[in-house]
């Protein structure tokens, strides 16, 4: 049986293979991609690279429009 995560993983759907995929892609640096992939395969507790990316977005600064 493989394990696909706990619920913030659920809440993202990354439980579906496109959507994992999509969030590597759209959202993890190029460096990052190819292990998230490898662990989502694996069926590992992805929530420490959803935390990291939420932290990332609180701490990057807003665009302003001018």
Not at 39 to 44: N, S
């Amino acid at each position: 049986m493989t394990h696909y995560g706990t619920c913030p993983t659920v809440d993202l759907g990354l439980k579906d293979s496109t959507a994992a995929i999509n969030f590597a892609l759209d959202r993890l640096q190029d460096w990052e991609t190819k292990e998230f992939l490898k662990e989502w395969r694996q069926g590992k507790d992805l929530t420490p690279w959803i935390d990291a990316w939420r932290e990332d977005q609180e701490d990057a600064p807003a665009s302003t429009d001018q």
